[in-house]
């Protein structure tokens, strides 16, 4: 093990050096922990794509040079690939650690995040009846994050006594020593949360391997403080915060292989290639996020002389999906999150029928996010569901680094635009088209009604990749042409509800149901304009486009920002497919939103029935 | 007292019922609380638009109408206005409290922000030598947001003793008991981030008054948890979490009405008043970000045979406005907070000229995004410098809290785009134009050298209102027309720096540099192109875009997300103006960025000079 640490040191120095960028301070303060995880850890070369198997979260991405250098010690990957390819465009070895490369469970590189990763994970593990393990490896700058706590309190909450948190306590960050940058009590806080809280020699293999197995034999969630001293065998680079992202240079360099004993024409030889400016040939594994296996039962069929909200069509879809699989061992575990929402966001029923698949986090949703996003890639139909507000904007960063990681979590969004109720402004949602269209992953479902909602949720459930459906709060009418038994959703597709000549109105999921009455009402006046309904806004529908040119105006119709949302991507589409509106008026949120009821607040803000056929007649006498 | 808690019971209830909406239970268990507070702090009607008073911040803004209620005891508002119109459009009396109540500092309902907003303000009071007292009062079920902890530990590291924190304790959250949703050992969580931990009756006025001022003695920040019943003195809403979130419901309105003594009439007359559906004349005070009053120095000018990087430029001047105003009375304080990157972000030497202004808030990012938002309503000059990943994305809720308190801070990015280095896609802010265009007041400035970097800080630094500056990583080029004395920055313009009619691009900041090298290449080949350099990408500048169609082509150039950033803003700008581009081509970032250097990163996707030239050729050929 010890000349396997001293090989991973040079090895790691090198590509650093080679690429004349990366973090090797903390690099080499974490190898021996490396080494002894993936020494312990039921992951190998041969099981590193199976579901079945232990899971390794490393955390602080930016050690990536010593996790290359350590995979390679077990075989994960070969280790010239990654001296060679070290920060290259196109190689898998990037310079913060991700799950293209097989033995890497997590794609990090945002810290305080690896934690609720593993969570997600060992929630997964149990949900799929796999009695395995977590280790999760952190560094000790990144203690203070909020997201961290919110996750050891929800390990604890679920008695997740498989896994292993390992804390690389060097005691430096960028900044300086880490109680001058921010004082804390690492100690006190795990211990506080619920933890055991064990102490080793983070470069001693025998107290590293030791204090593992204590840990494993714990009562509880355990967290090892692993004492380290950063850049550990690095000559100038040790017991500093100078090496915390920077290569050591061409000296030091040579200084610190010498006293390894390493291969001295190493980094010419590497720096020969990279001048060559090859494209790298590893790309890495691919990842894929998984297509549930489910069985599903007969759709609800709401008539049209019914009324009921989305989020409860959605709800009803859930319990019934999540009953007809609950412990079935051939089909796919659906776990649901909720952050303290369940009556609000209809996952209330699910809890009561899959009590063991429901997680509840509390209010904790950065944390919730990736725990979710996590399970999700660690093999369930990962269902998060919460208040647009909260699921989303609160957490968009969680949820683009599981878009990064292909996890393949759904995210349930209820009460989305100004259809909150009374709340006001912090609770309006006005954004979600807007900060989802900034990720390359996620799909966006928008229903606009029950009827819609019922077959947009089964085909959610159905499908992989990660996906937001995104609903109001009020009940609301049932589209007739969603009840009729011919109608399936099509991914991508926009719905024409109304035909007509004189305008061409584009509405975002619900807001179709004001379009449908204003097109009704402007009928009676011989003024016909057709709707078409928007389920699936990040897609643009050329031939409905290419249809709508052809009227005498485009209006986009949404409770959304209308900068960000249904009006920037249908004049999106316009401009790039050189496509012309004879006119083009966006009808949608212009400020942050009022606080009243949900229809007097689209009222006030011109998105009622009277505003859309106001702006329809001004659109046809100008 | 005690009289005053019956009658705001009373008040309360009737605004909720009156609206048929809102947390009633919340509200009755925080009344003597908020009584005590608001008797204790210099804060009256009289001084509340004053900086030099206590601050109160009511981080759990659901119990509003128990705050107005109190605010009325205490002359802040008339009663009447806000029970008839609670939680109606165009009221001030919003669901959640905002600033424009006078009394509240701090728009809140996105809960766990409270603290760091209180943080902020007590850093405000002292960067003012004002030695005032701050008072943040939180619900208990949000005590395991992470955010929460982040601002504990700053409170302590800065020795904010003059804030004391308040828990309205009822043990009740909407999914049920609290220690039932998410078990939190909240006294010991406190006092292991050093807080002193008090109890007392949160009903007892004298038990309250008695422990605030044991907590103002306290040499350390002070936490009261104040024991509470949910729904107090609220009959049937006593004690259990079902009327967190809805109104009694008239039968049990007139039971509790009548046990706390009230008119039996109140409720009708308040209802009457709501169906006449009048708009509500008190939109409550204007809140408006402060213009700084500082001195500056003169420009630095870099010579266009310079090479350095926009952030060095931005430190610079920092620095020299940092120097010039530091603690000089008649001055807007400047406050820099940084979580551990000061050496990136380059405000460590405004840190060696200004110790007592620059705050090290550790890997700690939410609540340094709240606790700037605060301190810069609280009356200073609060810039927060950060990398874009972490200054923006993993904060993006807590600027659009800050936003909706329109309170004025300005954050500083630096690393965004592709120019971040090797660190890859977890570290590319490649959505800092598409996050902040969904919130209304931000505004965003992405300088393309560093002339134009010394003169928009500046700028930056003169103006009001929350705003974003930009910046990559890399040391650029000076372009000469901004070297040039005649050059002043405006806000809105996109500077033409070439002209030309075979096509125009528009360039997002330093991608400017890009496009110039383009054009001049172009040039050589006899194809002439105009060169707009844009670096405020949410203006849409109208007298540019205008020029630019009659050109053979639009294209829009930027290392951001194509489909948020500026290319969008450009096609939003054309259809909504009815303006026609001939041809229009959008260059930007398609999919999560490589791991390699800046300019390799940029040319593997696209955005290198050879990939403009390319693409105007093509623009021409077709």
Not at 341 to 364: D, E
Not at 401 to 417: F, Y
Not at 418 to 439: A, F, K, P, W
Request: glycine share 10%.
């Amino acid at each position: 093990m010890e000349q396997a640490a001293t090989r991973a040191r040079i090895n790691a120095l090198t590509m650093i050096q080679g690429a004349n960028s990366g973090h090797p301070a903390g690099a080499f303060s974490s190898i021996e922990i490396l080494l002894t995880i993936y020494a312990l850890a039921n992951l190998t070369p041969e099981n590193a794509n199976d579901f079945n198997r232990d899971n390794i979260i490393i955390s602080h991405g930016h050690v990536s040079a010593g996790a290359y250098a350590v995979l390679a010690e077990f075989g994960f990957i070969d280790i010239n690939g990654a001296v060679k390819n070290f920060r290259r465009c196109h190689s898998a070895f990037q310079g913060h650690v991700v799950r293209e490369v097989p033995g890497i469970d997590w794609s990090t590189g945002n810290l305080g995040q690896g934690l609720s990763a593993g969570v997600g994970y060992a929630l997964a593990q149990r949900a799929r009846n796999y009695d395995g393990r977590v280790y999760v490896f952190m560094g000790d700058g990144a203690q203070t994050k909020g997201q961290l706590a919110e996750a050891r309190r929800v390990a604890v909450k679920e008695n997740l006594k498989n896994i292993t948190a390992l804390i690389d306590f060097n005691e430096h960050q960028i900044c300086g020593e880490i109680f001058d940058v921010m004082p804390c009590n690492i100690k006190a806080l795990w211990e506080a949360d619920g933890w055991e809280y064990l102490e080793c020699d983070g470069h001693d293999f025998k107290d590293l391997f030791k204090t593992i197995f204590k840990a494993h034999k714990s009562e509880k969630p355990c967290v090892i403080a692993c004492k380290t001293i950063m850049g550990k065998f690095g000559g100038v680079m040790e017991n500093t915060s100078e090496y915390h992202g920077k290569a050591p240079g061409e000296k030091n360099y040579y200084d610190i292989i010498k006293m390894l004993g390493g291969d001295e024409n190493l980094l010419n030889q590497v720096l020969e290639w990279r001048n060559k400016n090859l494209t790298p040939e590893y790309k890495g594994r691919d990842i894929k996020p998984i297509t549930p296996v489910l069985k599903f039962g007969e759709r609800f069929k709401y008539s049209p002389d019914t009324k009921t909200d989305n989020r409860s069509a959605f709800g009803k879809v859930l319990t019934q999906t999540g009953e007809l699989n609950y412990q079935q061992p051939d089909k796919t575990p659906i776990l649901v999150f909720d952050c303290d929402l369940a009556p609000s966001v209809m996952t209330a029923n699910f809890k009561k029928s899959c009590p063991k698949n429901f997680i509840q986090c509390g209010i904790q949703e950065h944390s919730t996010a990736t725990i979710s996003g996590a399970a999700a890639a660690g093999g369930t139909l990962s269902i998060w569901a919460d208040f647009g507000m909260f699921g989303l904007d609160e957490v968009y960063n969680q949820h683009r680094l599981s878009d990064i990681n292909n996890a393949g979590n759904k995210v349930v969004l209820t009460h989305v635009g100004l259809d909150v109720g009374e709340d006001g402004s912090t609770h309006q949602c006005i954004d979600y088209v807007g900060l989802i269209r900034n990720m390359f992953g996620w799909k966006i479902l928008v229903p606009a009604d029950p009827n819609q909602t019922d077959q947009i949720t089964r085909w959610m459930f159905k499908n992989p990749g990660c996906m937001c459906l995104a609903m109001g709060r009020s009940k609301i009418d049932v589209i007739p042409e969603f009840y009729d038994d011919a109608y399936e959703f099509e991914y991508g597709k926009a719905v024409k509800l109304r035909s007509g000549l004189d305008g061409a109105i584009f509405a975002l999921g619900y807001m179709t149901q004001t379009a449908l009455k204003a097109a009704d009402e402007l009928a009676k006046q011989n003024i016909f304009v057709s709707v078409y309904c928007v389920s699936c806004p990040l897609e643009i529908d050329l031939n409905a486009l290419s249809d709508a040119v052809n009227t005498k105006f485009i209006m986009t119709l949404e409770d959304h920002n209308v900068n960000t949302g249904l009006a920037s991507i249908i004049a999106n589409g316009l401009v790039r497919n050189n496509l012309h509106a004879k006119k083009f008026k966006a009808l949608g949120v212009n400020d942050y939103g009022l606080s009243g009821s949900s229809n007097e607040v689209r009222k006030c803000m011109g998105l009622s029935v009277e505003g859309v056929i106001e702006n329809v007649n001004e659109l046809l006498r100008g």
